[in-house]
Every structure is written in C-alpha cells, then in structure tokens.
C-alpha cells in the first residue's frame, strides 16, 4: 500500500503541527524567521528575506542548541573532604558512601 499519512495542524497564528509517519514536528515562526523542529529532533532555523526568495537554513542535531547561548557555566569544582577509614586505612570521601569499600566498615 502506498499509504502515507502525514497531516499538519495549524494549532495558533503562525505555529505548526506536523504529524508524518515518523512522529511528530513542529514549526513556529513569523515572516522571515522560522525554527522548525522535525520528527526525528533536529531543529531546523530557516532565516529568510521576504520578497526576494533568499532564505539561510541552518540545521542542528537533536539536543543540539543553536550556539547563540551556548555559554557553558563555570561549574564549581565541590572539595571533596576524604577521611581514612580507621579499620583498614582505605581513604574515603565523606559522604560519598556509607561503607567502606574496601573492607565494609560502616562510615559515619
Ligand atoms: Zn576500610
């Protein structure tokens, strides 16, 4: 059967619905800019002139994000506080696990 279902709902002013075979997308944007999500998660961002038929198209692998906030965080390296385990002199951090793993003392 050459059946293929693909519908495509306008769900408000200027969002799409897109339902394929392959799931669900969506797409939102206004005239001139468009970001466009597809079925298998990559978001696609269309840029265009209006009147004049040139448009840009960026695409990005699912999870991707488009680079603009991209800014990693300065992710604070917690200290960790170790302590020597008094039975067996296995070093351990504290709080990390409530024996030792080396020969199962219970830490406090
Ligand atoms: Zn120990």
Request: net charge positive; proline share 3%.
């Amino acid at each position: 059967m050459g059946f293929r279902f693909r519908k495509s709902f306008k769900i408000a002013p200027g969002i799409r619905l897109n339902m394929s075979k392959s799931g669900i997308g969506m797409s939102a944007g206004v005239k001139g800019f468009r970001i466009t999500k597809r079925a298998d998660g990559r978001v696609q961002r269309t840029t265009s002139i209006p009147g004049t038929g040139i448009s840009y198209v960026e695409s990005h692998a699912a999870g991707g994000s488009f680079g603009d906030n991209q800014a990693t965080e300065a992710t604070e390296t917690p200290t960790h506080k170790t302590a020597t385990c008094d039975k067996c002199g296995h070093r351990y951090t504290i709080g990390k696990a409530n024996f030792c793993s080396q020969c199962g003392k219970q830490l406090f």
